[in-house]
């Protein structure tokens, strides 16, 4: 089958929206789908108005496509406008299924034949009065936020569990079909998050805008810092110095090393194993530590700006660091030894909350839950950018897809990012920490992906003619993989939720932005 050809960029670069091809729907879809079958994953699907509005408001939508080619390092754009309806891409691409929901509730367009068109946040439409649930007048082009997928039989029951929870947790609503414990399937509604951040970053950069990327997910300040300041400098021409972007892949690999280690802390809390919970709660916060004393935040926010990073390394500094460090990952270890060693937990975490290779590709789960399924898939090796040029960090990967490979995994990611910033502090460039940032390309569009703690974490910047976000776009990787905490809970008992759910660890605040 022949393909009309896209253009590509690589991370750091930009392309002008007048190089972007328009292709008729067919021809966009033939290019996802052969795209998708070549390995090629999807990172980005969104929808921007065309045109000005005319005297009845309305305006055409254009979709843009972003697929990711690790085989190359390179992104390959194409857009297609659609109307009020069109035929649903997700019966020829399952990745695409949840992209296509955001956009039938933003912009009130209906793709016809999407299985399961439900809202992933329950906002008002973007264009005024099209919402998709709740329309002053007609029928509602999707199902409400009370309408849930049923399974009838005799003696089958629902369970709901949230949005409010037990504990200090961001609210969600989970429905559960079961059969007394056997659950069937599990639904997750989210939106309870809803902040509108998007939209409010059209116009910028501003004195907020790096403020609102330092809260999109608060455990991942650096991650979509990161991401933001890598598409800013792609379109204002500017490469961060050497000793910056060292500086940031530390900072980056901290905070991979404090959420993973919390996480595997949580996990062993979950079965009842107390040394590794215990041990784990402190040593998260040894890790938080050592990002304030780089900074002055636990969190990382004012280390990472456009053209590098607010605060420097001196030779003192970096010998605490170091000091502090060793012996915390020394202890790391140790912690999980005794984990990995204990029957009883293993017996809890082998062959629960299992998700199939295949059926990890078909979704197109990413980061720490998809290398878990045997996925050999990092955004620092794929696409590096950055420190990560001119150094790896080992693919940490495992094949069994069930709540021990996520928990393994994160083990040995904290081994080896933790043996990463040691070497890194050890060997910082000298040089300076910022470099001075232009004006933003006018009319052009870049793209940024940063392997954060969760999985990678995409950006698409799309300037207008005056140089500033015409279109901002965030992909968290939450927004990929809450479908597959749903699928690991099919024929799992409704007790091993808590344990699945952990394992995952998803942003409710990264995904419902």
């Given at each position: 089958m022949?393909?009309d050809?896209?253009?590509?960029i690589?991370p750091?670069e930009?392309?002008a ?5 328009t292709f008729?729907l067919?021809?966009?879809r033939?290019?996802?789908?052969d795209g998708v ?6 990172l980005a ?10 005297a009845t408001?309305e305006?055409?939508l254009?979709l843009?496509?972003v697929?990711?080619d690790a085989?190359s390092?390179?992104f390959?754009?194409q ?8 035929p649903s ?9 949840w992209f296509?929901r955001?956009?039938?509730e ?5 793709p ?7 809202p992933?946040?329950?906002h ?7 919402d ?6 007609g029928?509602p ?7 849930f997928f ?5 003696e089958i029951?629902e369970v709901a569990v949230?949005p409010?929870h037990?504990g200090?947790?961001?609210p ?6 079961c059969h007394?414990?056997h659950v069937?399937?599990?639904?997750i509604?989210l939106?309870f998050?809803h902040?509108g951040?998007e939209?409010?970053?059209i ?5 907020r805008t790096i403020h609102?990327?330092e809260?999109?997910?608060g455990d ?8 933001y300041?890598?598409?800013?400098e792609?379109l204002a021409?500017?490469r961060?110095?050497?000793r910056a972007?060292a500086?940031?892949g530390?900072a980056l ?5 404090a959420?993973?280690?919390?996480d595997?802390?949580a ?9 590794t919970?215990?041990f ?10 050592a990002t304030?004393?780089i900074c ?6 004012g280390?990472?700006r ?13 010998k605490?660091l170091?000091?502090?460090?060793e012996?915390a990952l020394?202890?790391t270890a140790g912690s ?5 060693q204990?029957?009883?937990v293993?017996?809890?975490?082998e062959n629960t ?6 059926l990890?590709?078909?979704l197109?789960?990413?980061g720490m ?8 898939r990092?955004a620092?090796?794929d696409?590096?950018h950055g ?5 790896q960090?080992?693919?940490s990967?495992c094949p069994s897809?069930?709540v021990?490979?996520?928990a393994?995994?994160r083990g ?9 910033v040691?070497e890194?502090?050890r060997m ?9 940032m232009?004006p933003?390309a ?7 992906l ?6 990678e974490?995409?950006?698409v910047?799309i ?8 279109h901002?776009?965030?992909i ?6 809450w479908i ?5 809970l ?9 344990l699945c759910?952990k394992?995952f660890n ?5 995904h419902d932005?």
């Amino acid at each position: 089958m022949s393909v009309d050809p896209a253009p590509s960029i690589r991370p750091g670069e930009t392309l002008a929206l007048r190089e972007l091809p328009t292709f008729d729907l067919d021809t966009f879809r033939r290019n996802l789908c052969d795209g998708v079958r070549r390995g090629q994953r999807v990172l980005a699907l969104f929808g921007q108005p065309t045109g000005d509005a005319g005297a009845t408001g309305e305006t055409g939508l254009r979709l843009f496509l972003v697929l990711a080619d690790a085989e190359s390092g390179t992104f390959s754009l194409q857009s297609t406008e659609v109307g009020d309806r069109y035929p649903s891409l997700t019966l020829d691409c399952t990745a695409v299924h949840w992209f296509e929901r955001e956009i039938a509730e933003q912009w009130g367009v209906v793709p016809d034949g999407h299985p399961w068109l439900k809202p992933v946040r329950f906002h008002r439409s973007y264009r005024p009065p099209r919402d998709a649930w709740s329309r002053p007048e007609g029928q509602p082009i999707m199902p409400s936020v009370t309408d849930f997928f049923r399974v009838e039989g005799p003696e089958i029951h629902e369970v709901a569990v949230g949005p409010v929870h037990a504990g200090v947790i961001e609210p969600g609503h989970f429905r559960f079909q079961c059969h007394g414990e056997h659950v069937f399937h599990l639904e997750i509604s989210l939106g309870f998050q809803h902040r509108g951040v998007e939209r409010a970053l059209i116009g910028g950069p501003d004195k907020r805008t790096i403020h609102y990327m330092e809260t999109l997910a608060g455990d991942t300040t650096i991650g979509h810092t990161s991401a933001y300041c890598q598409a800013v400098e792609a379109l204002a021409g500017c490469r961060a110095p050497l000793r910056a972007e060292a500086i940031r892949g530390i900072a980056l690999e901290l905070e991979r090393l404090a959420n993973h280690t919390g996480d595997l802390g949580a996990l062993a809390g979950d079965v009842g194993f107390l040394p590794t919970l215990s041990f784990n709660g402190r040593l998260r916060g040894d890790y938080l530590n050592a990002t304030a004393l780089i900074c002055g935040s636990r969190f990382g926010r004012g280390l990472v700006r456009p053209g590098g990073v607010a605060f420097d390394l001196d030779a003192e500094r970096i010998k605490t660091l170091i000091e502090r460090l060793e012996p915390a990952l020394e202890d790391t270890a140790g912690s999980l030894k005794v984990l990995w060693q204990s029957l009883s937990v293993q017996a809890r975490f082998e062959n629960t909350g299992t998700v199939s290779k295949a059926l990890c590709d078909e979704l197109g789960l990413v980061g720490m839950a998809a290398r878990a399924c045997g996925a050999y898939r990092d955004a620092r090796h794929d696409f590096p950018h950055g420190i990560f040029r001119f150094t790896q960090i080992p693919i940490s990967t495992c094949p069994s897809g069930d709540v021990f490979a996520r928990a393994y995994v994160r083990g040995m990611e904290v081994q080896r990012s933790g043996n990463f910033v040691l070497e890194q502090l050890r060997m910082l460039a000298s040089g300076p920490t910022t470099a001075p940032m232009g004006p933003m390309a006018r009319e052009s569009v870049a793209v940024s992906l940063v392997e954060g703690w969760r999985g990678e974490i995409c950006h698409v910047a799309i300037t207008n003619g005056e140089g500033h976000f015409a279109h901002y776009k965030v992909i968290d990787p939450s927004f990929h993989n809450w479908i597959g905490l749903a699928m690991s809970l099919r024929d799992q008992q409704i007790s091993d939720f808590p344990l699945c759910n952990k394992s995952f660890n998803l942003s409710y605040c990264g995904h419902d932005l």
